[in-house]
């Protein structure tokens, strides 16, 4: 078959629904954007683990703490199943780290965001891995088998974690005037940035149209952002929380929440490397990275010698 009739046969089995699995032959941009999109995903959840590493040693008490720590390895945990469905289009994870040090590969832009109270970690559970859901419950779908099942695992800890996010904002808007005012900051400062995680609107999208035709992303990112509105505008109200947009308004005909433009100029600027954290998040990877070389050498040196052992009887 030549690569114009390979191509046609692909897209009939994603327009018939079917599931590509890493041994098929498959364009190679399809091949790319996957390898860009679940690279950069892998990243965005090891970096996430940054944020709220920092309240860790000062979480308010031993149940606090175990959830949070419990929650921080689960992210470990997708960002190692997200490596391995990564590599399986011939990249390893050696290189994928080292696109991530030099800028090359992106993360995620919330998490350049500092974690300034302890407020923080149940905005960060209740948005961040709220929109996480919203988007990886789409991608849960996609064609790409490696990446749908891994979605399907992952979204089942990331309930968790948006709950326990949510109990602790909750937990704060139960008590005291400071402790309310501690939670109503926190979202004021977590709104906007948690709206970007869809990236930009559909008409500034560069993969989107690509990516929904190969049924690699099945929604849009403003389809999906608006669902993440409506959720979490309501869960707010509920426990007595402002949304900090006074645009703001429910559209009874729609039957959606209307938000105010995004301030894309603030996302492209951290997208591109110049967030509060950017540089603090790259510089602490790469340090314990660093550090860490020690212990890959061991895990690996196994395998090097008998490599070695085995070159050496053949000669
Ligand atoms: N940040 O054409 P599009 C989590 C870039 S996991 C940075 O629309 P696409 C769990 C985009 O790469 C959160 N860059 O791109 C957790 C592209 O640049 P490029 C991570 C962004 O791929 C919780 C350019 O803009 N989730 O939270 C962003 O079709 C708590 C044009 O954009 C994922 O990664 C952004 N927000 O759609 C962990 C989900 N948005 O590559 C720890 C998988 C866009 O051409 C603690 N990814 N860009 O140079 C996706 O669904 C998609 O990649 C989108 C972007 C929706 C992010």
């Known amino acids: 078959m030549t690569e114009e009739e390979k191509e046609k046969q692909f897209q009939q089995r994603i327009d018939a629904g079917e599931k590509i699995e890493p041994r098929d032959w498959m364009p190679e941009a399809y091949k790319q954007t996957l390898f860009r999109q679940i690279s950069q995903h892998a990243h965005s959840e090891i970096i996430g683990m940054q944020p709220e590493g920092n309240w860790l040693l000062r979480a308010p008490s031993l149940r606090a703490k175990k959830i949070l720590l419990a929650k921080i390895q689960d992210e470990a945990g997708h960002g ?61 779908k996609c064609s790409y088998v490696l990446y749908s099942r891994a979605m399907i695992r992952i979204c089942k800890e990331e309930g968790f974690h948006q709950r326990q996010g949510y109990e602790i904002i909750a937990k704060m808007m139960n008590g005291t005037t400071a402790q309310r005012n501690m939670a109503q900051d926190s979202l004021n400062r977590w709104w ?27 929604e849009s990112n403003d389809t999906l952002r608006q669902r993440f509105i409506d959720r979490t505008v309501e869960q707010a109200h509920h426990i007595g929380l402002t949304i900090p947009d006074k645009n703001l308004k429910y559209n009874k005909t729609t039957m959606h929440w209307e938000t105010s433009e995004i301030n894309w100029d603030e996302f492209w600027s951290v997208v591109k490397g110049n967030g509060p954290c950017n540089y603090q998040r790259i510089s602490h990877h790469i340090h314990y990275h660093n550090e860490g070389k020690w212990v890959r050498d061991c895990a690996t040196a196994f395998e090097k010698s008998r490599e070695k052992e085995n070159s050496s009887i053949s000669i």
Not at 84 to 95: K, L, N, P, Q, V
Not at 193 to 200: K, N, Q
């Open 80 to 140: 190692l199943y997200l490596y391995s469905a990564a590599e399986t289009f011939g990249i390893d994870r050696t290189e994928m780290i080292a696109m991530l040090h030099s800028g090359k590969a992106k993360y995620s832009s919330i998490f350049n965001y500092p974690t300034l109270t302890w407020a923080d970690m149940g905005a960060i559970g209740w948005l961040v891995d709220g929109a996480a859901i919203v988007n990886q419950t789409m991608l849960a």
């Open 192 to 218: 906007e940035p948690s709206l970007m995680m869809f990236g930009p609107h559909d008409s500034e999208s560069t993969h989107s149209k690509d990516s929904m035709k190969w049924k690699i992303k099945v």
